[in-house]
């Protein structure tokens, strides 16, 4: 792909409580950010499975962003504390398995803080852009070595074909 | 032995407990798990450098648990088990899956298992998870036997892979993994033998939606290994289960070896070494690393 | 029959030739059928066990796309698979992997001609090696076969000395293979081949499968099957590895809202979901009815059904055991 055009898609996990309305306070405060990044409003940075991440990986993201509420400010109490220690280890064995750290970046991001917000997603937007497109975990979405290597082309063809990710 | 199987007789004779889990010989390098309710079958009981089952994935079950329960009382459930799979059963005991005063845990000074059934146990032939073993001795156990040994030496090959694994770049260790998981057929035998997969619904059978591809092709498997590593990253007690019972010899105790070191680097914790301290993941400090976040 | 007799030299000679015309050739190579690339790698020893895994998998593979669809406003538009395969060879199939093609033919032309084994099963070339070990978990002799049996070779080959094989030609299929090499071929000797198979050591016969027949019909309430399923762990390895077990499970990947596969995927019977209903209800609801299921499909509702045993004694399932359950002592002992 010709790396001048190529756009990265990245999805960002963000928390209902601030980071979503930290991106609302950046946009109704005239910020300017990238517009690479989708959001997707869960109710809690602790909600968000890892099996999220994987899944949006599946389908096309080239990197992944995970917000929530600052320690000790969480809707919930504690739901960032335990979000906190299960990425550390989920970040730690993507890293192991061969995936970049920086494909799946994390921050706190309170309801105020529409400027972090803005240099946030264009901090992640550079990184990933500077990483390319992930094509690692993008190519096995049409991948058949399971039986034949040398056909598995004929499947991909056929899939490439009809294939048109949803981002 | 036969202090084993004396016990194992009176505990069964006294009503004490429903069922002695623990190993009968089968041939002569190799032992299967055996569920004892009659006292005339613990001349079956053995215990040796064979018994390489964890048996505590037993204890689980729910079948086995309901024959615990009589009319009046609630029997307890005695199992054998090595220093090593103590810890697993401190593991579910601590994520209150079984409670300590239902269980009798019958256990021995242990100097090694043999890696797989049929080889000669020695420093060659040694399962890689007894290498650098601390725990010869149990740290909870109701009874002991057996005396204390020398662990034949050996060399931790497990270890060096992993410090080979992090020195390849990522694309490297990518492809890496990519060949491994590329031979997983989904038969779950990993998930079957863990005594920490208790779900009773796991991830992967659910299907609406459908988070873990059920197809065993470069995607679902990729999916699956990491969420298994994932869900068992500062839990796995490493017993190692998993990858002896993988028919397509995938080295998933790397991983979850990889995660173990994580969670003694970063939080001092060894899984399923204390019946006082919460669960890693299931409890949190506010004193956490906070380098991870922007 | 057609009694032949090739040099080892020879016949990896053939073996390149069949990798140079683009067919695939499967070989057992470290505990696996695998493709060869490099004949060199090729050690036809007769004396190893069964692979690790059968090549089961190369003609139902443990995932394919069965046909992709795309959903417009209106209608549904599928899209064909393209299952037009190569010719495979395997060299040295176990006699117990090479019957079992045979045995599962019966299910995918049963009903319904299931044209993704039949094409290729059609495409397979299998030339069977003698077997001359066997370790305490096989049991070919006790399900109608033996380690010199023939059933399901195209080509059937019996090591004479260290660099000589007699060759036995089974199948028309076999002959038109062998056909253009016909000059590696030396006339044979049939005692020789004959002497050599009569002196294979037989694993002992464990157990007899008419008995065990009459015993499953009788004893599907027997108390065994408790104390079975108590140990057994659900795990479904015994079915992955099992060169005949067959049952596959159907799923829908979508790629997006509008567009998806459709998936074949191996399923065991061992799995609680094997049987979970809709509605929530699971006749099969706890291990003891699964693995009776087991046995009994492979001893009994098979025979019914195909008058073939659905087992090759090939005995992988119960050396892979996490367990320790051995199938053949279970069928054995379950008089007593």
Redesign the interface.
């Known amino acids: 792909m010709d790396n001048q055009k190529w756009e990265p898609k990245i999805v960002a996990f963000v928390c209902n409580w601030c980071t979503y309305t930290g991106a609302d306070l950046a946009g109704t405060s005239r910020m300017k950010y990238p517009a690479n990044t989708k959001m997707i409003r869960v109710m809690c940075s602790g909600s968000v499975d890892p099996v999220f991440i994987l899944k949006a990986f599946e389908r096309g993201a080239d990197g992944i962003l995970v917000s929530g509420c600052h320690p000790n400010d969480c809707h919930y109490n504690a739901g960032n504390f335990h979000a906190r220690r299960r990425w550390d280890f989920f970040h730690e064995l993507l890293d192991f398995i061969g995936i970049e750290k920086g494909r799946l970046q994390f921050s706190w991001i309170s309801a105020s803080e529409g400027k972090k917000f803005a240099d946030v997603v264009s901090k992640v937007t550079k990184d990933i852009k500077a990483m390319g497109p992930f094509t690692n975990y993008q190519k096995m979405n049409s991948e058949f070595t399971a039986l034949f290597p040398e056909e598995a082309n004929a499947d991909s063809e056929i899939i490439n074909q009809i294939k048109e990710t949803v981002l | 032995m036969k202090e084993l199987r004396e016990h194992a007789k009176e505990l069964l004779e006294k009503g004490e407990v429903s069922a002695v889990i623990g190993y009968s010989q089968?041939?002569e390098k190799?032992?299967?798990?055996?569920?004892v309710t009659d006292p005339q079958d613990t001349d079956q009981l053995v215990f040796n450098e064979y018994c390489l089952?964890n048996l505590a994935?037993?204890l689980t079950?729910a079948?086995?648990k309901v024959s615990c329960r009589t009319k009046d009382k609630t029997l307890k459930l005695a199992v054998t088990a090595k220093p090593c799979d103590v810890h697993s059963v401190v593991a579910l005991i601590q994520e209150n899956q079984i409670h300590r005063e239902d269980i009798h845990i019958i256990s021995f000074n242990c100097h090694g298992v043999a890696k797989d059934?049929g080889f000669e146990f020695s420093g060659d032939n040694i399962a890689s998870k007894c290498i650098n073993c601390e725990t010869h001795k149990p740290l909870y156990f109701d009874k002991i036997f057996g005396e204390e040994k020398e662990t034949p030496k050996a060399s931790d090959d497990a270890m060096e892979r992993i410090q080979e694994?992090?020195r390849?770049s990522?694309?490297?260790?990518?492809?890496?993994?990519?060949n491994e998981f590329?031979k997983c057929?989904?038969?779950?035998?990993c998930?079957?033998?863990c005594p920490l997969c208790y779900c009773q619904r796991c991830?992967t059978?659910k299907t609406i939606p459908?988070?873990?591809?059920?197809?065993?092709?470069?995607?679902?498997n990729?999916?699956w290994n990491?969420?298994r590593?994932?869900h068992l990253?500062?839990r796995c007690t490493g017993c190692g289960?998993c990858e002896?019972?993988c028919?397509?010899?995938i080295p998933l105790s790397l991983?979850n070896r990889?995660?173990a070191i994580?969670?003694k680097k970063?939080?001092s914790y060894v899984s399923g070494r204390s019946l006082e301290t919460p669960t890693?993941?299931g409890s949190?400090?506010?004193k956490?690393?906070?380098e991870?976040?922007? | 029959m057609d009694e032949k007799i090739i040099l080892k030299d020879d016949l990896l000679r053939i073996c390149g030739d069949v990798i140079d015309k683009g067919h695939i050739l499967l070989c057992p190579v470290m505990n696996e059928y695998s493709i060869v690339k490099d004949f060199s790698r090729i050690k036809l020893d007769a004396s190893a066990l069964p692979a690790g895994t059968s090549f089961k998998c190369y003609v139902f593979p443990k995932t394919e796309p069965v046909l992709y669809y795309k959903r417009s406003k209106s209608d549904v538009q599928l899209i064909d698979v393209n299952i037009d395969r190569k010719n495979i060879v395997i060299l040295g199939a176990k006699p117990c992997d090479a019957n079992s093609l045979n045995i599962m033919k019966h299910l995918f032309n049963w009903d319904y001609s299931d044209e993704f084994f039949n094409l290729r099963e059609k495409n397979f070339i299998i030339i069977g090696l003698m077997c001359s070990h066997y370790d305490e978990y096989c049991f070919c002799t006790s399900v109608d076969s033996s380690p010199v049996s023939e059933k399901g070779s195209d080509i059937f080959l019996i090591p004479v000395d260290e660099n000589k094989f007699a060759m036995r030609i089974i199948t028309e299929k076999g002959s038109e293979f062998i056909s253009p090499y016909a000059e590696y071929l030396k006339t044979g000797d049939e005692n020789i081949s004959k002497q050599i198979t009569e002196n294979v050591k037989l694993p002992k016969v464990a157990f007899d499968s008419n008995e065990v027949y009459e015993w499953l019909g009788e004893n599907f309430e027997s108390p065994k099957w408790e104390g079975i399923g108590n140990l057994c762990l659900s795990c479904a390895k015994c079915a992955f590895v099992c060169p005949v077990c067959h049952c596959f499970d159907i799923v829908d990947e979508d790629y997006s809202y509008t567009e998806g596969r459709r998936m074949k995927n191996w399923d065991g019977c061992q799995f609680g979901n094997f049987t979970m209903h809709a509605s929530g209800h699971n006749p099969r609801d706890i291990q003891s009815k699964r693995y009776r299921q087991r046995v009994n499909h492979k001893f009994r509702y098979y025979v019914d059904k195909f008058g073939e045993i659905l087992c090759t004694g090939c005995g992988r399932c119960s050396r892979g055991c996490p367990v320790s359950i051995d199938i053949k002592e279970i069928v054995s002992n379950c008089k007593d």
């Open positions: 089968v041939s190799r032992t299967k798990p055996i569920i089952n994935v037993y079950k079948r086995i059934f694994i992090e390849m990522h694309q490297e260790r990518f492809e890496f993994f990519k590329d057929i989904k038969c779950y035998a998930r079957a033998v991830i059978d459908r988070w873990i591809e059920s197809s065993s092709h470069m995607r679902g990729f999916a990491i969420v590593a994932f990253s500062g289960e002896r019972a028919p397509v010899d991983l990889r995660m994580k969670a970063s939080f890693l993941v949190f400090n506010e956490d690393n906070d991870l976040f922007m």
